[in-house]
C-alpha cells in the first residue's frame, strides 16, 4: 500500500470522508439540537475576546455519533488533509524522529504519523482540555503508542532542541485575522521563535496558514502572502523554506491556504 492509499484508509476509518457543509449542518441539526446556535454565540464571544480560545475549542470536542464536531467539519475539507499530510511526509524526516505537534486538535495529524512510522515519538499540545482527550482516545482506539498529548499554550512552547519535526496546522495565526499585518508579523516571528528553539539544527517546521481568497484581491496577492510568510520564517531562524497553496471551492464552503515549510539554522 502506497502513502496515497495509506491517507485515504486511516482517513476513512476516522470517518473523515468528504461532505459538503450542507451535509455536516443537516448531522448536527439533526443529532445534536441546540448546538448551532450555542456555537454561534460562542464563537461570538471568542471573537470579541470574552471567553479564552479554550472554551471555543472545548465546544468543537463534543461528540457526535463517535467522532468529534471539529472532525465533521474538518471532513468538509478531507482534500486538504490528504494534502497536509502528503506534503508532511514529502519533507523526507529522518527515520527515528521526535515530532510537537502545536495546536494539535484532535491528534488526527500526530496519530496518522505516528501510526505510520512507529519507530517516531510525537507529542502533540492544545489549548482545549477537551481536544487532548480526544487525541488521547484516538491514539489508543488505534493501539499507537508513540505518543503523548497535553495542554499548553501555543506560546508556552519552552523545549529546546528536542524535536526534528514541529507542526503547527492552521493555528499559527489563529485568533489573531483582525490584527493589522504590521502586528500580525510581529507575533508571527516571536512565535517561529519559540518553534524554532524547540527543534534541533536541522529539524524542520511545517505550517498550514489560511489566507483570502486570492481571487477576491489584486493580482500579485497570493504570491505576496507566499513572500511575506517566507521572510516571516526567515526572520525566526528558518532557512530553505518553501510554499505551496492549496484551494477548495465548493458549495458552502471555501479554503484557501498555505503550506509552508522551513530546516532550523
Known sequence: ??????????????GIVERST????????????????????VAEDYESHII?????????????????????????????VEWTLRNIIGLNPGEENRVLDVGCGTGLESVF??????????????????????????????????TEFSVADRDEVDFKDEFDL????????????????????????RRLERFRTALRDGGKVALTVPIFD?????????DYQKDRMSYILEA???????????QIKKPGFDMNYLFLSGVAN
Open 52 to 80: 479564552s480560545p479554550s472554551e471555543l475549542y472545548d465546544l468543537t470536542a463534543t461528540r457526535l455519533n463517535g467522532m468529534t464536531v471539529y472532525d465533521y467539519f474538518k471532513s468538509r475539507s478531507r482534500k486538504g
Open 236 to 246: 525566526a531562524g528558518f532557512n530553505d523554506t518553501s510554499t505551496d497553496f492549496f
Open 166 to 189: 514541529l507542526l503547527c496546522l492552521h493555528s499559527i495565526n489563529e485568533g489573531h485575522y483582525f490584527f493589522d499585518e504590521a502586528s500580525l508579523n510581529h507575533v508571527l516571528v
Open 1 to 14: 500500500m502506497n502513502t496515497h492509499e495509506q491517507i485515504r484508509k486511516y482517513l476513512d476509518e476516522e
Open 22 to 41: 450542507e451535509e455536516v449542518d443537516e448531522i448536527i441539526n439533526r443529532d445534536l439540537p441546540g448546538f448551532p446556535e450555542r456555537f454561534d454565540r
Open 113 to 146: 504519523l505516528a501510526e505510520m512510522f512507529r519507530q517516531w515519538e510525537a507529542k502533540g499540545i492544545d489549548v482545549s482540555g477537551k481536544m487532548v482527550e480526544a487525541a488521547r482516545a484516538r491514539a489508543t482506539k488505534r493501539n499507537v503508542t508513540n
Open 214 to 222: 486570492p481571487t477576491n484581491f489584486a493580482e500579485g496577492y497570493l
